[in-house]
């Protein structure tokens, strides 16, 4: 495989998969057992915070304990030993790709372990449960406190790096995820606007699986170390 300069990554669920955190999609996802109006959106917790926030406490307890897998370890590497510039972008709110070690990384979906006051925007790192009690240090109003998660109708964060990115890579990967999801779902389109080769990694064909010029359908954890490996 030809050196890369510029190479985008975007992972989804399926990457943390292995790790022990449900999907969203599959047979028994979450999506299976919640529905998205009454958990993940604002007018949801407008409607109902102590719903939303009791979600996203037992979605923060779940991934209290969880470790990286070998797909998240085979990523960090790739970031820390290729030769041009490696940018992840994870829809995922879980710290794996951090805890394995990948420090270029953009969570454009948000992160569980913060909280995000909706009254004054503050954020912090969080690992508790959030209750409409609590009071934001910043603005000292109580109500607001959620998790810094970005839900349906809302913007995905550093979309403008993104967009930088997307247009400048020569080789995107997406890795983990359904493809049903915008705007990371139409990332592949920009990336191949921009002439970059692009790769889905996956158990079974996303989506978009038609827009890419190359897929390996597989297990995460066996694929990507493998076509990490090639990489290299
Ligand atoms: C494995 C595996 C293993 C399993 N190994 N693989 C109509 C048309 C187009 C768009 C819209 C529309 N109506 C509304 C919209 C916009 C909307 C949207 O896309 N809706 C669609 C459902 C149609 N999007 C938004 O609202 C977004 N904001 C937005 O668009 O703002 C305006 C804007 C415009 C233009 C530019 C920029 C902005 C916000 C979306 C927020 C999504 N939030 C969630 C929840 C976050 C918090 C939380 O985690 O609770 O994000 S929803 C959920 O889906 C979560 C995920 O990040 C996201 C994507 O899911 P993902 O990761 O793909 O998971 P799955 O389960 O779907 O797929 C897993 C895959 O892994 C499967 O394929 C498996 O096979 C595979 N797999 N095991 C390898 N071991």
Redesign the pocket.
């Known amino acids: 495989m030809p050196v890369h300069e510029r190479i985008v990554i975007l992972t989804?669920?399926?990457?943390s998969?292995?790790s022990g955190l449900s999907?969203?999609?599959?047979k028994d996802?979450?999506w299976s057992r919640h529905r998205?109006e009454d958990?993940?959106t604002p007018e949801a917790f407008s409607r109902d915070p102590e719903r939303v926030l009791e979600f996203?406490n037992t979605?923060r307890k779940s991934a209290a304990g969880v470790k990286p897998n070998a797909?998240h370890v085979a990523l960090a590497k790739l970031e820390q030993e290729h030769p041009g510039e490696v940018l992840t972008v994870t829809?995922?709110?879980d710290p794996l790709h951090e805890m394995a070690g990948a420090r270029n990384l953009i969570h454009m979906?948000?992160e569980?372990l913060k909280k995000l006051c909706a009254y004054c925007g503050a954020k912090e790192p969080w690992e508790d449960d959030l209750s409409t009690e609590l009071v934001c240090r910043t603005c000292n109003k109580a109500g607001g406190m959620r998790p810094d998660?970005?839900?349906?109708?809302?913007?995905?964060y550093q979309?403008e790096e993104i967009a930088l990115a997307l247009g400048a890579c020569d080789l995107f990967i997406s890795?983990?995820?359904?493809?049903?999801?915008?705007?990371?779902?139409g990332f592949v389109m920009e990336a191949r606007n921009a002439g970059a080769h692009t790769v889905e990694?996956?158990?079974?064909p996303?989506e978009g699986a038609t827009l890419f010029a190359k897929a390996i359908h597989?297990?995460?954890?066996e694929?990507v170390p493998a076509f990490v490996d090639e990489l290299l």
């Open positions: 989804g669920a399926g990457l998969a292995e999907t969203f999609r599959d996802g979450i998205i958990v993940a996203y979605r797909a829809q995922n709110i979906h948000g569980i998660v970005v839900w349906f109708g809302e913007m995905p979309m890795i983990g995820t359904s493809g049903t999801v915008y705007p990371a779902a990694l996956n158990l079974e996303s597989g297990k995460a954890t694929i």
